[in-house]
């Protein structure tokens, strides 16, 4: 079981259980601008969605939480590839309270150090070409582009980027 402190945050692995995927999928939509106007239902489906992804698939939800036990940021993934040795992270942020405070990274280095030891090969991520922050952090933390795939439904590209462990 995971479980670190980063600065005044404690950051541990967690379940995939119906609350805990519900205090993740409300964060979510709290730090992705494009869903705030998301209705409950969608909230809900969220949760659900990330449960029937990373159920029986190596999936790992590392969350960091304050000293009184609210829940900041998050970080997800969970097995692919042809070859079953890429980690794919999926998604996460932070809430905007709590930025520029080294936690996506304090969060990105449990994840790669927890897949190295799985035996994990390489991780791999989608980010958005404007999403200015996540894609330095990204590139800061080791990841290089391999790809781009235009979106169907929305303007922009995403960059495919990847991380030999
Ligand atoms: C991207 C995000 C996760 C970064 O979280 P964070 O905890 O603030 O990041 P860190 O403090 O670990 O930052 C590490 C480094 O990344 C870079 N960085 C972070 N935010 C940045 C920004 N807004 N602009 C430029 N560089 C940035 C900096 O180099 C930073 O180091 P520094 O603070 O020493 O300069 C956060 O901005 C966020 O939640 N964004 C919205 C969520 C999102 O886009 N998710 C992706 C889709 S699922």
Same mark, same amino acid.
């Given at each position: 079981m995971i479980e670190a402190v980063h600065?005044?945050?404690?950051?541990?692995?967690?379940?995939?259980?119906? =609350?805990?995927?519900? !205090?993740?999928?409300? %964060?979510?939509? !709290? *730090?992705?601008p494009s869903r705030a106007y998301a209705t409950d239902q969608k909230r809900a489906g969220l949760a659900e969605e990330i449960r029937d992804s990373l159920q029986g698939r190596d999936g790992l939800v590392l969350a960091a939480f304050t000293a009184d036990g609210r829940l900041v940021a998050?970080? %997800?993934?969970y097995r692919t590839g042809n070859r079953r040795e890429s980690f794919y992270s999926w998604i996460g942020g932070v809430h905007p309270f709590h930025r520029r405070k080294g936690l996506y990274r304090a969060l990105t280095r449990l994840q790669h150090d927890w897949a190295r030891q799985q035996g994990?090969?390489? *991780? !791999?991520?989608?980010?958005?070409?404007?999403?200015? =922050?996540?894609?330095?952090?990204?590139?800061?933390?080791?990841?290089? =582009?391999?790809?781009?795939?235009?979106?169907?439904?929305r303007p922009g590209t995403r960059i495919i980027l990847r991380k030999v462990l």
């Open positions: 600065g005044e945050y404690l950051i541990r692995e967690i379940g995939l259980t119906a =609350a805990e995927l519900a !205090e993740v999928a409300e %964060l979510h939509h !709290e *730090v992705l998050y970080k %997800l993934g994990f090969k390489h *991780v !791999e991520t989608h980010t958005w070409g404007d999403n200015t =922050a996540m894609l330095i952090l990204n590139l800061q933390e080791g990841f290089v =582009a391999i790809g781009a795939i235009s979106a169907p439904d």
